[in-house]
């Protein structure tokens, strides 16, 4: 047996041992929880306290660790090797955010260069379009950027689109990624070609969506200004600079990334483009500061102490120890609402992998469903289920001491309120005799109380986590987002995967691509499985009516 397997043997054995530890009881015993299942980074908080878990559970924890070699690995992925082992490539997205004076070295060159070179024609780009300087043909300023991209190239830009809304100082940012025609269609319905500028984003540049909707925009363009007026109204990130010039995109208007790059962590690289258009070059460069201070606190603080470790291995404790299938990230901020959406891809395209570095199987269950919505709406959705149903879902709760609306305080102070009372709720619940004394309370009969009590016991010792800082600016912005991408680093070196390839996407893609003729009736469906077969029939009839 490894040192891996004895060591997660003895971590299961550990929670055999303490299977019917009891959240309500424990807390009722020890005030110090709290400050000993805690941990902070300024002012960034991380509070563990409602999990089952105790001082053994993290000597445990850690100790897998340190036997999966998270510190080697970690220490490999920031000095650019090749840890992405079946694409033979380095993961440096840190290196986009370490600064101008940082030396790292990707197969033999430095790139800190290269990297600040391309923020600078960034910002050059974003400013111009922000002043005004660069028109469009019919010589206005451009009024909507328009981001045409899918997965890593729409889901962190648009999400932090919206989480730093209040620094927005610059032209209305529009998203699409859907290849249904609804997306681009309701899009550009009341935009003026004139003031339209559109960033196609895409790593590969071959991305079957993307294109489609990069054509459907070209045309929109040339139809009401005229085919020379595309390459006014284009730009374009790519790391496939050749297949974005054959689109007829300027050069001066494409701005490249590198294949070190990972798609789900471009953010900080050109795919952040619109971010920097929607907030200016500075906000942009305090969201890469915030990552930084976030991979400095990851490579430093011990293990015991480091945010992202610690999330990491309660997501880990939860997940292969407790048996939880899924998390929920439920964000107590509006602006935050597409961060869910963002971490699916981030945490399940990265985790989502059944056999590990070796190729054999996975030895234990690898990435959770994660899934959420903001708080309080998702109070009033999905919480029922949290609560009573027959799944225990741990909750990952986000929430910032302080909104933006100064006059709407109260707001805050509700926002806070429901927030801190959906994980009490959770830890604490309520028993059977707590019920009937609130029912009896009301003066129901002793009759109807029996009848009604058990529907409103809570089993309550259902874990949650809450990450609480200052305020949601881009710095703060920056330091979350990356907390979650080491988070996700942290459980796919325990998991033993790679969490940097992403092949379980490719299968759809290819039958997607072979059955586009069949669809389009220029190829039959006979050789396809029945039901295949049967739904394209239907399809042909259903449009014939
Ligand atoms: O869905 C797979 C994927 O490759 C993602 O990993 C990626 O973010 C997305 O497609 C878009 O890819 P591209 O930026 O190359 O268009």
Redo the contacts with the bound molecule.
């Keep these: 047996m490894s040192a891996y397997e004895a060591a997660l043997e003895a971590l299961k054995d550990h929670a055999r041992g303490i299977a019917d530890f009891d959240l309500r009881d424990t807390f009722a015993k020890d005030r110090d929880r709290f400050a000993r299942f805690s941990a902070s980074h300024d002012d960034l908080l991380l509070d563990y306290s409602k999990c089952a878990v105790t001082e053994e559970t993290l000597d445990r924890l850690v100790k897998l660790a340190q036997v999966a070699g998270l510190a080697e690995r970690r220490e490999e992925m920031f000095s650019g090797k090749h840890i992405n082992i079946t694409e033979d490539r380095a993961v440096l997205h840190t290196a986009l955010r370490a600064g101008a004076n940082s030396a790292i070295n990707v197969d033999g060159q430095d790139i800190a260069s290269d990297v600040e070179s391309v923020l600078r024609d960034m910002s050059k780009f974003a400013e111009a379009v922000r002043s005004g300087s660069i028109k469009g043909t019919s010589g206005k300023p451009f009024t909507d950027v328009v981001n045409i991209?899918?997965?890593?190239?729409d889901l962190g830009p648009a999400m932090a689109t919206l989480a730093l809304a209040p620094f927005h100082n610059g032209p209305r940012l529009h998203y699409v990624s859907n290849v249904d025609g609804a997306h681009i269609a309701d899009t550009l319905d009341g935009l003026d070609p004139a003031t339209t500028l559109f960033i196609v984003?895409?790593?590969?540049?071959?991305?079957i969506e993307?294109m489609t909707n990069a054509r459907t925009a070209r045309d929109w363009i040339a139809k009401a200004l005229g085919e020379d007026a595309v390459s006014a109204h284009f730009a374009a990130v790519s790391t496939a600079l050749d297949k974005v010039a054959d689109f007829g995109i300027d050069q001066d208007r494409i701005f490249g990334f590198w294949d070190w790059v990972?798609?789900?962590y471009?953010l900080w690289s050109a795919i952040g483009l619109p971010i920097m258009i929607a907030v200016g070059a500075d906000s942009f460069r305090k969201m890469l500061e915030g990552a930084r201070d976030l991979d400095r606190h990851f490579r430093q603080a011990p293990l015991r102490e480091n945010l992202p470790v610690l999330l990491g291995l309660i997501g880990f404790w939860h997940r292969v120890a407790r048996g939880y299938p899924a998390r929920a990230v439920i964000p107590y901020d509006q602006r935050l609402a597409r961060l869910p959406a963002y971490l699916q891809?981030l945490d399940m395209?990265s985790n989502g992998k059944r056999v590990r570095l070796d190729g054999t199987d996975a030895l234990t269950p690898t990435g959770p469903l994660v899934w959420g919505e903001p708080g309080t709406n998702g109070q009033h959705a999905f919480f029922q289920l949290l609560h009573q149903g027959t799944d225990v879902i741990p909750v990952e709760f986000i929430l910032a001491a302080k909104g933006h609306e100064p006059e709407l305080k109260h707001h805050h102070d509700l926002l806070i309120a429901n927030c801190l009372a959906q994980s009490e709720a959770l830890m604490k619940g309520r028993t059977l005799e707590e019920a009937r004394a609130q029912l009896q309370a009301k003066g129901m009969d002793a009759e109807k109380i029996e009848k009604i009590a058990p529907h409103r016991v809570f089993p309550g010792n259902r874990p949650s986590l809450t990450i609480l800082y200052e305020t949601l600016d881009p710095y703060s912005f920056g330091r979350l987002i990356a907390l979650y991408e080491h988070r996700v680093f942290v459980e796919g070196v325990l998991f033993g995967i790679n969490s940097f390839d992403?092949w379980g996407?490719e299968l759809g893609k290819e039958l997607a691509t072979e059955l586009q003729p069949v669809v389009e009736g220029k190829k039959s469906a006979d050789d396809r499985d029945a039901s295949t077969a049967g739904l394209v029939a239907q399809v042909k009839a259903l449009r014939e009516r």
Excluded at 149 to 153: A, F, L, N, P
Excluded at 201 to 207: D, H, I, N, V
Aim: proline fraction near 0%.
């Design positions: 991209g899918i997965g890593g190239s984003a895409s790593k590969t540049f071959t991305t993307t990972g798609g789900r471009s891809q395209e992403q996407v």
